[in-house]
T-cell receptor
Framework: AQKVTQAQTEISVVEKEDVTLDCVYETRDTTYYLFWYKQPPSGELVFLIR??????QNEISGRYSWNFQKSTSSFNFTITASQVVDSAVYFC?????????FGQGTELSVKP | GAVVSQHPSWVICKSGTSVKIECRSLDFQATTMFWYRQFPKQSLMLMATSNEGSKATYEQGVEKDKFLINHASLTLSTLTVTSAHPEDSSFYICSAAQDFLSNQPQHFGDGTRLSIL
């Protein structure tokens, strides 16, 4: 069965701290895609990154970085020097035949 | 970037009313659109997959007669919540994909908050 687990329900940090959001997935497919989305309090979903199963290179985009480890079925997301504007719910998702299976989400609260 | 517009942003109505939510892809043709429901503090749950010109595919447990989906064109899909009741109150969000099979990122609308009194 396809499944995405985000074990951290809520994380609270102080501004400028680094924070890592965990994502573990299960799939029997050899080719698959993983995503991270951000959902701020206003509710819209903002696409952050897509990673395919053949590309295990870590990616950095500004203060954001992603660590994809196929061996442990993990796709973790790190925010460096967090800011108050990073406060949101972050979802990890797995693409199953075009459908997105979302994890439970991690609510990140960054306090000034 | 790709833009998906969802309307209305919020709806408050009486029990028994039918409510229509529109999802439009503004700058690309979406062969496939998806409808999700999200309860407070919970994840997004896929309700149905809508393909242009054909019947929607509903996920297990979703009542197709309750949640009517129409995808009449490559830029518009609608979700109608028929005879809505308080338990239908939720955040409904649509997404659109240019190519269902290419695993391109889905682009999401801003969502509709539905409150049934």
């Amino acid at each position: 069965a396809q499944k995405v687990t985000q074990a951290q329900t809520e994380i609270s940090v102080v501004e400028k701290e680094d924070v890592t959001l965990d994502c573990v997935y299960e799939t029997r497919d050899t080719t698959y895609y993983l995503f991270w989305y951000k959902q701020p309090p206003s509710g819209e979903l903002v696409f952050l990154i897509r990673r395919n199963s053949f590309d295990e290179q870590n990616e950095i985009s500004g203060r954001y970085s992603w660590n994809f480890q196929k061996s442990t079925s993990s796709f973790n997301f790190t925010i460096t020097a967090s800011q108050v504007v990073d406060s949101a719910v972050y979802f990890c998702a797995l693409n199953q035949g075009g459908k997105l299976i979302f994890g439970q989400g991690t609510e990140l609260s960054v306090k000034p | 970037g790709a833009v998906v517009s969802q309307h209305p942003s919020w709806v408050i109505c009486k029990s028994g009313t039918s409510v229509k939510i529109e999802c439009r892809s503004l700058d690309f043709q979406a062969t496939t659109m998806f409808w999700y429901r999200q309860f407070p503090k919970q994840s997004l749950m896929l309700m149905a997959t809508s393909n242009e010109g054909s019947k929607a595919t509903y996920e297990q447990g979703v009542e197709k007669d309750k949640f009517l989906i129409n995808h009449a064109s490559l830029t518009l899909s609608t979700l109608t919540v028929t005879s809505a009741h308080p338990e239908d109150s939720s955040f409904y969000i649509c997404s659109a994909a240019q190519d269902f099979l290419s695993n391109q990122p889905q682009h999401f609308g801003d969502g509709t908050r539905l409150s049934i009194l």
